[in-house]
């Protein structure tokens, strides 16, 4: 169990994942049922949904080990060579980070259940639309409003206890959130080991830097299972370590191909610059320690495209290359490449969304295929345009957060801090307080300098 989640929630969500891996769960429901309160009985349904084998019809290949995925990747684009002269690149690295704050901030306030899951026979995006038009806001031109004439008029309200300080009327700076301490995680990582870490790195790593307050879901339940597996393990790692690992990140852990390690992987896709292929390898490290499958995908294709996007300007460019970092017989690279189609022959913001909520609503509002499916799309939509991706990304629903700052990060590190909209980046104040050992505060363009000198030395 984690934090507020009981037993009978987690094998519940056990059941939807094992039934999305292609596995036949019939008559798991009622045998939760029938389990009662008995965690005895309760467990012994969970054993049997982790022994189910996919169906013999199940068409996707879906691989976790980075052998086996490079095995199913489609044929290889040809990357741009990044030419830059050291002031491009520091501009590239700016805008980044900045880009990623202020997708980020904007959603933030957003991150409520009336936005993520929709609410009053509403989608999610139809109320974060009634949101801003209540506040007069509409179109969406700057950070989330605090008030809003829909909240008596609708009964949806933003997610105030966590985000105040990210609202239009109170922003000065970027506050903590989960999706910038995963990127300062990622950025001290390759400040003390390079690219010398694997997985097991990645769990002490968060030990040191991270309470379980801090960290949801798939990691909040891979900090405790590593937290058993480590409790007792005097010096380093053992032998048997990347068995411990694979338990860490399966065990009562039906969050496993949801969005969390999607989020994590700016840090060392900020240090890949240039080179997707490394950036997709450094996120699987990452993404590993807690995902299998569509949860190590949706880290491959994110942490491909922000790495290509520091050299390539074309947005459908930089998505056809996050895809060549991820297997083409996958769930995540059907319901990519499906978004595009969706994208390409939809000009209106609106209906975009619209047809993006439509088809990918069967998912969790935080699983990674349908955020990953949206950010897509809002990157296609946007032409390159930064205010269009991130207003786009946000409207979309879902983990609105997350997929404003994965957007904003690419299309920050394409255009560069100095071709980033004021109205955005002004606010930021060029502050961030993550919450993290040596980033409570810091100035983003600090954070932008030693990304840039990781960058260099990885090179190297």
């Not at 690419?410 to 060029?430: E, F, H, R, V």
Request: with cysteine.
């Amino acid at each position: 169990m984690t934090k507020w989640i009981g037993l009978r929630e987690i094998v519940r969500d056990e059941i939807r994942q094992r039934r999305e891996e292609g596995c036949d769960v019939s008559g798991f429901a009622e045998r939760l049922e029938a389990a009662g309160t008995d965690e005895a009985l309760i467990m012994d349904v969970y054993r049997a949904l982790t022994a189910l084998p996919p169906s013999e019809d199940f068409k996707y290949i879906e691989p976790s080990d980075l052998e086996t995925i490079r095995a199913e990747l489609p044929e290889q684009p040809r990357i741009a060579a990044g030419s830059w002269e050291d002031a491009e690149w520091h501009n590239k690295f700016y805008g980044a980070w900045l880009g990623r704050a202020a997708g980020c901030a904007l959603g933030k306030p957003l991150e409520a259940s009336s936005f993520m899951q929709g609410s009053g026979g509403r989608p999610g995006w139809h109320n974060i639309k009634l949101w801003f038009e209540g506040a007069g806001q509409w179109p969406i031109r700057h950070y989330t409003p605090g008030e809003s004439a829909a909240e008596a008029q609708y009964g949806i309200e933003i997610a105030r206890w966590s985000s105040l300080a990210s609202c239009r009327e109170n922003i000065r700076f970027m506050e903590t959130d989960d999706d910038i301490r995963y990127t300062a995680l990622g950025l001290l990582m390759l400040e003390e080991r390079g690219l010398d870490f694997d997985s097991w790195d990645v769990g002490k790593l968060w030990h040191r830097h991270l309470s379980f307050g801090q960290v949801f879901t798939a990691e909040a339940q891979t900090y405790l299972n590593f937290a058993r597996v480590t409790s007792h393990i005097s010096g380093d790692r053992p032998d048997d370590w990347e068995k411990l690992v694979h338990w860490g990140r399966s065990y009562l852990n039906p969050y496993r191909e949801w969005i969390g390690a999607q989020i994590r992987v700016d840090g060392y896709a900020y240090g890949a610059a240039g080179r997707p292929e490394l950036a997709a390898e450094l996120a699987r490290r990452d993404a590993s320690f807690s995902h299998v499958k569509n949860g190590i995908y949706g880290a491959m294709f994110c942490s491909a495209m922000i790495a290509a996007a520091f050299v390539e300007n074309d947005v459908k460019r930089i998505v056809e290359i996050g895809l060549s970092q991820i297997p083409k017989r996958s769930r995540l690279a059907e319901d990519i490449a499906l978004a595009v189609r969706i994208a390409e022959n939809t000009s209106d913001q609106l209906e975009l969304v619209e047809k993006i909520w439509d088809e990918f609503k069967h998912y969790h509002c935080v699983h990674t295929n349908n955020n990953a499916a949206l950010c897509a799309a809002a990157l296609i939509h946007s032409g390159g345009d930064f205010e269009k991706g991130i207003t786009t990304a946000v409207l979309g629903g879902w983990d609105t957060d997350c997929n404003g700052a994965t957007v904003g990060s690419i299309l920050g590190a394409s255009l560069g801090a100095a071709a980033l909209p004021g109205t955005w980046i002004k606010p930021l104040n060029d502050t961030l307080y993550a919450d993290v050992g040596g980033f409570h505060p810091i100035a983003l363009s600090e954070c932008a300098r030693r990304s840039y000198e990781v960058f260099r030395k990885l090179q190297q």
